[in-house]
Structures are given as structure tokens and as C-alpha cells.
């Protein structure tokens, strides 16, 4: 038990930099009050001693802004930075090095009794505001970002983003965490969006990428309507060349679409000026 609690506390000076010693991190880590009170919880929970497991994992909840089931299964090395709103249900299981962010829910989508919250396994990394429903399996080195909401099952090594959440990224394209350097995995992490506190304005949503390639092709499309209309009218100069209406901005509410047609506005108006065509 002893043991334990020293590795919970080392695993705070591992994940968060603002850690400076052991009785700060003791007296002044919810996180860590929290996880400690639910592992005497989850032995009350285990004897038998349901009602007095859950009025002081209640206590605990009122202590920290951390609601942890006491029958919830937690491993080694959890950790959860800042953890105000994370709600952890009943049927939850936690492997070990899995780090939380606030305002996570594991939680579940039906009242069937049995399993109903999901599974984490090793080394998985949920950023702040996330929502894993349901009793699947998030796989070994996973990372959710932030504000995802995820119901299915999701792949070892896999980031997942977005409502609802998508992956982005596989193992085959990123190993698990623990076997890269932490400078490549910061730089991995920055390219393909996982962001534990926000999400980032040009992560690479695959809708938002579908959308961009579309207007992509729009736009060469509507280059080389341009270069007919004037073939057409070098060669008959009755030919009478109209412009394609304006595109309006207000009419799409993505950003991305917004910032796409804005160029696409601008490369229309280069083309008209351009003296050579």
C-alpha cells in the first residue's frame, strides 16, 4: 500500500512540471487526494461496506470536485492534473500511466445493470472536457483530445478527436508513447492535433479536410472555366463572358470554409486584375 502511494505521488513530479516537492505536491494536489481516498474506498467497496464507500467517496467528491465510484478498478501511476468535474462511473477499469485532464467523464449510456463504462488500458491520455461513453475499450497508448466524445471502441496508439470523436491518427502512424522521445511525440502531437486543453484551429479534422479538398477543386475547376471563356472569346469576339456569382462567407458557419472561400475570393480577384489574361 505503502508503495503505491509513493508511486502515485512520483507520478505527479512526471506529469506536471509546477510540481516542486513532496509536501506541496501531498497537501495541494486534488487529484491526488482524490485517488488516494478512492483506493481506501475501493477496499471498503471490496468488504462489502457498499453504503459507507459511497457516503465517503461523496465526502471526497464535496473535498476535491472529483467523483470517483468507489467500485470503479484503478491501476498504477493514475494521475489526474487539476481534476475539477472528472466523474469516473461505477463500472469503469483504469490500467496503469493513464492521466485524466478536468472536466473528463467516463461515463455510461444505458441503465442496464453490468458493465457500463468504458475501459482504459496502459499509458492512455484524455484531455480536458472529454467524454468516453459507453463499456468498450480504449486501447494501450491511446490519446482522446479535448472536448472529443467518444462512443465506440477505440484502437491501440490511436488519437482521437472531435464530436463525434474520429481517429486521426493510428499506431502504424505514431508509436505508443512510451517507446518514442518525448521531443518527437511533442512534435507529433503538435502536427496531427492532440490537445489536452484546447482544441487547436487547425487540427486535422477529417470533415474539415473533406471540405477544403472540395473547394480546392472548385477552385481549379473554376480556373479553367475561366481560360475557356476567354479561348471561346479570342476566337468569336461575340462571346459574351460573365462573372460566376460571388461566394458569400455568412452562408457557411465553419471557420475553415470561411478561410477557404476568402482565398479562393482573393485568387478570383488577382486573376481578374491580371493584365495578361
Known sequence: MLKQIREDIHSVFQRDPAARNWFEVLTSYPGLHALLMHRCNHWLWKL??????????????????IEIHPGARIGRRFFIDHGMGVVIGETAEIGDDVTLYHG????????????????????????????????FIVGAGAKIGSNAVVTKAVPAGATVVGIPGRIILRQEDAPLQQEIDPLKRAAAEKRFGFDAYGMSAEMPDPVAKSIRGLLDHMHAVDERMQQMCHALHRLDHNFREEDLPELRDEDFADDLCARSLEEIGLKRSKKSTDPSS
Open 48 to 65: 462489502g461496506l457498499k453504503w459507507l464507500a459511497r457516503w465517503l467517496s461523496t465526502w471526497a467528491r464535496w473535498l476535491t470536485g
Open 104 to 135: 473528463v467523464t467516463l461515463g455510461g449510456t444505458s441503465w442496464n445493470k453490468g458493465k457500463r463504462h468504458p475501459t482504459l488500458e496502459n499509458g492512455v491520455i484524455v484531455g480536458a472536457g472529454a467524454k468516453i461513453l459507453g463499456p
